[in-house]
């Protein structure tokens, strides 16, 4: 009895974290590839790479879904977006908007 109540509540705590955006898993996903060309807060100056902090949420998770399935064309980001999922996309969003330019 005691085993099924702890794996039901962890059960249940893991489906939280999975549907909820997090902005620090965020932070991991954008140090790891996002931030090379469009830096953890600002791309460097005078680069062509657009920046993304304190971006609209709405606005960066369309702009990742268009680039996603191609319905907008940058061959760097069509590439990049490709393998993000739902829950990628979330928690850069989540970290991105959140922070100040
Ligand atoms: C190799 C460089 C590079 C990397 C790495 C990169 N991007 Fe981009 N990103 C670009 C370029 C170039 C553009 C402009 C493309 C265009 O003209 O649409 C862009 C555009 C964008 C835009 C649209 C901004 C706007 O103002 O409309 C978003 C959102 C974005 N990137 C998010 C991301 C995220 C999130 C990651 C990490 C998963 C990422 N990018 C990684 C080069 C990069």
């Known amino acids: 009895m005691r085993a099924v109540l702890?794996?039901?509540?962890?059960?249940a705590l893991?489906?939280?974290?999975?549907?909820a955006a997090s902005p620090y898993a965020g932070q991991n996903k954008v140090?790891?590839?996002c931030s090379q060309c469009h830096?953890?807060?600002?791309p460097a100056e005078?680069?062509?790479f657009p920046p993304l902090a304190g971006r609209d949420p709405v606005y960066?998770?369309?702009?990742?879904?268009?680039?996603?399935d191609k319905t907008r064309v940058s061959e760097l980001m069509n590439?990049?977006?490709?393998?993000?999922?739902?829950n990628d996309i979330n928690d850069?969003?989540?970290?991105?908007?959140s922070v100040k330019p």
Not at 6 to 11: D, E, K, L, P, T
Not at 79 to 86: E, T, V
Not at 92 to 97: A, M, N, P, R, T
């Open 14 to 19: 893991l489906s939280v974290q999975a549907e």
């Open 39 to 42: 830096g953890m807060r600002l």
């Open 92 to 97: 850069i969003v989540s970290y991105y908007s």
């Open 6 to 11: 702890i794996a039901v509540s962890i059960m």
């Open 79 to 86: 590439n990049i977006a490709g393998s993000l999922s739902d």
């Open 46 to 48: 005078g680069s062509i």
């Open 31 to 33: 140090a790891g590839v």
């Open 60 to 68: 960066l998770k369309n702009a990742l879904k268009q680039y996603r």
